[in-house]
């Protein structure tokens, strides 16, 4: 596609961090395109290096075929499309919403948007803003394959990896929700290790390396906990249950000893309890994903 087809028009509404690293990687590839945020001003920069800046989300919105959407949560992304006039420009075009917020809300703006004659695609992005417009970006999308092959051009102008989940629009909101739990549970373990270490006299620093190989266990534990959550088998072969929680025992109660708060890894403890009174005992530690999951 080259940049003077209509097809390389796109909008970016939303000029946070990201909507900015979003807009400023699709001039980088010579696309012409719009940008609109609610506060006036953030712009600026991306009107100097090209954009045109709109004056409202529905005239944003009339410039591009595509009109990529980026905004804190979906509270946010209601209040800019779902008015009538930005509705009724978006009709016949096409909104790829990269938006977070739950596959709920991705399935209900979805149904607002077929009964709208939008075209709708849902997306997450997995990286922070520097990566976007780098070969380390990463973005899920899900929606009707057609629409997201017909708009995969102007969306791999963003850099890095996309992978199309499938046509169920909550996919990439569901994907997107279970690695940010992963990310902001394993956060909440390295700051509550910070805190442990400096009451020990322990830095940051000093820890560093050693905090980086706790990390690279876990690609290996992954890998072998999806065959093992799929299979529904948890062997604990090698690390079973009943020694996690010990470890996490120990972590309790220094921690409590020097004042420190340790009720994220209480709550983790006390699920691993639950599973050993339950006769999972020999079970590895994801056993517990058993006592997570609804009936
Ligand atoms: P924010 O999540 O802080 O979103 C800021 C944007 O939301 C601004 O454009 C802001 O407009 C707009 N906004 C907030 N409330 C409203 C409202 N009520 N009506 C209209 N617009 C509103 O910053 P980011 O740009 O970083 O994030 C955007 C999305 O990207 C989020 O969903 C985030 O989870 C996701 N994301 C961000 C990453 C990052 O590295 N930043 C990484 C991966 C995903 P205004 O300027 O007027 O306040």
Redesign the pocket.
């Known amino acids: 596609m080259s940049a003077s087809t209509p097809q390389s028009a796109v909008t970016v509404l ?8 979003l807009a400023g990687a699709l001039l980088d590839a010579g696309l012409a395109v719009t940008v609109w ?3 006036p001003g ?1 712009d600026r920069e991306l009107v100097a290096r090209g954009a045109a800046g709109a004056s409202s989300p529905e005239s944003a919105v009339a410039a591009s075929p595509l009109t990529v959407l ?4 979906y ?3 209601d ?2 499309v779902r008015g009538e006039a930005v509705a009724s420009a978006l009709k016949g075009r096409t909104l790829v919403n ?4 739950t596959p709920a809300r991705a399935r209900e703006t979805g149904a607002w948007a077929a009964a709208h004659g939008i075209g709708y695609l849902d997306g ?7 990566t976007i417009g780098t070969p380390d970006a990463v973005f899920l999308h899900s929606g009707p394959e057609e629409l997201y092959r017909e708009h995969q051009p102007v969306l791999d102008a963003l850099g890095g990896t996309h992978t199309h989940l499938g046509a169920d629009i909550g996919r990439a909101a569901s994907y997107d929700l279970a690695l940010l739990d992963i990310f902001w549970t394993a956060m909440a373990g390295y700051a509550h290790a910070l805190a442990l270490a400096k009451a020990e006299g322990v830095t940051a620093r000093e820890l560093a390396p050693f905090a980086q190989g706790i990390a690279a266990i876990l690609p290996p534990l992954i890998e072998a906990g999806a065959q093992e959550a799929d299979a529904g088998s948890f062997s604990g072969d090698v690390n079973p249950i009943t020694s996690a929680a010990s470890s996490m025992k120990h972590i309790i109660q220094a921690s409590e000893e020097r004042g420190i708060d340790a009720s994220v890894m209480r709550a983790a403890e006390g699920l691993a309890r639950r599973v050993i009174g339950l006769g999972h005992g020999r079970d590895d530690f994801l056993r517990i994903t058993d006592l997570l999951t609804p009936r």
Do not use: Q, S, Y
């Open positions: 939303g000029l946070g961090p990201m909507g900015r690293a945020n609610r506060t953030r980026c905004v804190v949560d509270d946010a992304a209040a800019i990269l938006t977070a917020d997450a992005i997995m990286t922070p803003a520097p």
